[in-house]
């Protein structure tokens, strides 16, 4: 992206945008209605059947080496023990069905259904807001963005609430592709941008364990990250390896912004207050993860 188009909107907003809209994508990911409907697939239970199962299905019947290579900070061994094995229990059309049910009915479960707990998700808030995220995700350019991308083709749900995750997901998948390509440029491997993570401080290093590296990969991730200067010999970051988390965090704010350029500076404000309701009751559910590697917040 070049500079000027950058300068049309503040990178710091960008930034809190995201903030607000991660929580409305990832909670898909932790809330037990997604447990109960890829169960109802045959899906093994437990957060990461699920995760690989809904992540990966805009992306067609795909094997371990595209997801491994999409997903990025995931071993090929953790990446190998759900896909493509997931496919032979559920096809990614039905899997991609199921993960609209289960967001619907966390969504109402969240926000409320409309019949007891005033307009839920049926308020003209959520639609306001539903609208305002389509327009940011339909502005956005996926190419080099292969997640970005499989969400984009996927035919945009009827109702509000739907809308609103579906854009979520869209926008998110776009800034988490492009931040891929920005830790690629600060040549960080998939774990080496785990260890330089870990070693600012952004989560403890047994938090992302999830990802399947061994002790052995994590180690010679840390070496190599200590001979290039980025590193303390404790796994603290250096002033340098510091710098270099920023100048990736900048470039992945710069490369996610151009979207946001598809509302006028009132409408990013509006949109910001009508997510403030959501963002809180989705945080305040607890079904997040208080330590996490997903850079979402606390109420």
């Given at each position: 992206?070049s500079a ?9 907003r ?19 209605e997604?447990?109960?409907e ?6 093994e ?12 299905a ?10 491994t ?26 899997v ?28 003209p808030e ?6 305002l995220a ?57 774990v ?5 993570f ?6 403890p290093?047994e938090?992302?364990a ?13 070496e ?16 340098a ?42 945080l ?8 996490n590697?997903l850079?979402?917040?606390k109420?």
């Open positions: 992206m000027q188009s950058v300068d049309r909107i503040d990178l710091g960008v930034r809190q945008l995201w903030h607000l809209l991660e929580p409305l994508h990832a909670v898909a990911y932790f809330a037990p997604s447990f109960e890829s169960g109802r697939l045959g899906i239970p437990g957060r990461w059947p699920t995760y690989f199962a809904w992540r990966a805009p992306l067609g019947p795909v094997g371990s080496e595209q997801v290579s999409a997903f990025y900070s995931f071993s090929p061994e953790t990446v190998g023990q759900h896909i493509p094995s997931v496919w032979d229990v559920a096809a990614p059309g039905d991609l069905a199921a993960r609209l049910r289960a967001v619907d009915r966390a969504y109402r479960s969240l926000f409320g259904d409309g019949d007891s707990d005033g307009d839920g998700v049926e308020s959520l639609a306001e807001a539903a609208a389509r327009r940011v995700a339909e502005a956005a350019v996926h190419a080099g963005r292969p997640l970005a991308a499989a969400n984009a083709a996927q035919p945009w749900p009827a109702a509000p609430h739907l809308v609103l995750w579906q854009a979520a997901t869209i926008l998110r998948e776009h800034r988490g592709d492009g931040h891929l390509a920005a830790l690629m440029v600060a040549g960080l491997d998939p080496e941008s785990l260890v330089s870990a070693a600012i401080g952004a989560a290093e938090t992302f999830s990802r399947g590296w061994s002790e052995k990969e994590w180690s010679a991730a840390r190599r990250l200590v001979e290039r200067g980025l590193l303390e010999t404790d796994g603290t970051a250096t002033e390896g510091r710098a270099l988390r920023a100048t990736v965090e900048r470039h992945t704010d710069e490369l996610a912004a151009a979207p946001w350029q598809a509302l006028g500076a009132s409408d990013l404000d509006r949109f910001g207050d009508l997510l403030g309701e959501y963002w809180v009751a989705v305040g559910s607890g079904l997040l993860p208080g330590t590697t850079g979402i917040g109420v």
